[in-house]
């Protein structure tokens, strides 16, 4: 299939523009709020999350720093493996500093649980916390703490924003169901 064929594709809208600009905006507020007076470091799990922690780090209004990891279990399907797999480490150390592990969406939760895992075991960060744009709860394999969360979405393919079908889909501004 050609590419311009997927786009026909395109679902409804679940997520405008507006409302995610909104919602960046007001988790930026918050972060912000409870991390007065410190400096955290923005982990941005790729590729879903490059959308999110661009306007995230953008709204914050303390000292930030950014690094980027690729830990996946999806290894190009749509279902999640369970088998993770290290694709790109941390570039900065994070030992002793507030770290917020930003993701686009959390799904069965193995991703977030290894990160969290590994963190604890093999950096000393001072803190973790998780901060991701959607949580589709109701697919959740194992409990993860999710600290802060933009919006809870049903159990649709969802593309846009960061995330992708077949790598595309990302460049979009809003958030829409997929019908693969
Ligand atoms: C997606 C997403 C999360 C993970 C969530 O990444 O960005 O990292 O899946 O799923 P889970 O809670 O079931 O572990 P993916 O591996 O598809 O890679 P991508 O971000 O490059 O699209």
Do not use: W
């Not at 720093?65 to 290290?86: A, L, N």
């Not at 393919?157 to 077949?166: M, N, P, V």
């Amino acid at each position: 299939m050609i590419a311009s064929e997927l786009y026909k594709n395109i679902g409804t809208v679940l997520i405008s523009k507006e409302e995610l600009q909104n919602k960046v905006r007001s988790l930026g507020e918050q972060i912000s709020q409870d991390f007065k007076g410190e400096d955290v470091v923005l982990i941005s799990n790729l590729k879903g999350s490059f959308r999110f922690l661009s306007d995230l780090a953008a709204s914050l209004t303390i000292p930030t720093q950014v690094d980027f990891i690729s830990f996946t279990s999806y290894h190009g399907g749509t279902e999640s493996t369970g088998e993770m797999r290290i694709i790109k480490d941390l570039k900065m150390p994070i030992e002793n500093k507030n770290v917020i592990v930003v993701e686009d969406i959390v799904d069965t939760g193995y991703t977030i649980d290894f990160i969290l895992k590994y963190f604890q075991d093999f950096r000393i960060p001072k803190s973790v916390k998780i901060c991701t744009l959607l949580d589709k709860k109701e697919k959740r394999k194992v409990e993860v703490p999710v600290d802060y969360f933009g919006f809870v979405v049903p159990d649709l393919f969802l593309i846009g924003y960061g995330l992708d079908y077949k790598e595309y889909f990302r460049e979009l501004n809003y958030i829409a169901e997929y019908n693969i």
